[in-house]
């Protein structure tokens, strides 16, 4: 049997063992929920938003308007508070990089967005649907725009903070069309939104109603 007394652990054990638990707290720390991102009123009168808003007031009997206002007061001083908490813990996550981008989905999306793209050429000329998701029959582009990834930049592009680049994604796509179809003068995306159907809906066999909206136009 060893009876012999054990080596202490070396200063780099210790700051291994330092390094790491701080390491666990930024992560916890940094998952603690919050209203990042979504304390934007133009988001607030989002159909998603609004649908599981009014979900949660039925829930704790308030009317939807007055539940929105006081969720609006109680998440901005929330937010503020938990600035001040978090304002090291988001330092340490830019010099080591280990930001997160996504937070915690809070719920399921039922107003997805689609894309649309139209070409026409010089007036009175009408406009041809040249891609659309989830069409069979407009399908310019589609192994690039029905990849995840940029079906994940559509979902982005429809919320108002991300106005901006929905903007720069409709340019760059008309310089494709421009490059390929030299009849077409004008691009013009659209976002198209739609709620998704109940299972019952589904096998019924009811079609989406899609609302087109948010268009821009981009000339050559």
């Known amino acids: 049997m060893d009876t012999g007394a054990r080596e202490a652990p070396s200063w780099r054990t210790h700051l291994r063992a330092a390094l790491v638990a701080l390491h666990v707290a930024v992560v916890v720390l940094s998952a603690i929920p919050s209203p990042e991102g979504g ?17 949660w007031a039925a829930r704790v009997g308030m009317a939807p308007r007055e539940f929105t206002a006081r969720l609006w007061t109680v998440a901005t001083r929330y937010d503020a508070a938990l600035d001040v908490i978090l304002a090291p813990v988001r330092r340490y996550e830019r010099w080591t990089g280990t930001a997160q981008n996504w937070k915690m989905f809070i719920a399921p999306h039922r107003f997805p967005a689609r894309l649309r793209v139209e070409g026409r050429g010089a007036l009175p000329a009408p406009w ?5 998701a989830r069409s069979e029959t407009a399908t310019w582009m589609r192994e690039a725009l029905d990849t995840e990834r940029l079906r994940a930049s559509v979902f982005r592009w429809s919320w108002p903070k991300y106005r901006a680049t929905y903007r720069d994604g409709c340019r760059a796509l008309a310089r494709k069309v ?9 691009v013009k995306c659209s976002l198209g939104k739609a709620r998704t159907l109940s299972p019952d809906e589904v096998r019924a066999g009811r079609p989406l109603d899609v609302t087109w909206g948010s268009s821009m136009e981009v000339d050559r």
């Not at 009123?41 to 599981?52: G, H, I, L, N, S």
């Not at 041809?128 to 659309?132: A, G, K, N, S, T």
């Not at 421009?178 to 004008?186: K, L, M, Q, Y």
């Open 178 to 186: 421009f490059a390929e179809r030299a009849d077409v003068v004008t």
């Open 39 to 55: 304390l934007d009123r133009r988001t607030w009168d989002e159909p998603a938003v609004k649908v599981e808003l009014a979900a």
């Open 128 to 132: 041809e649907v040249l891609y659309e």
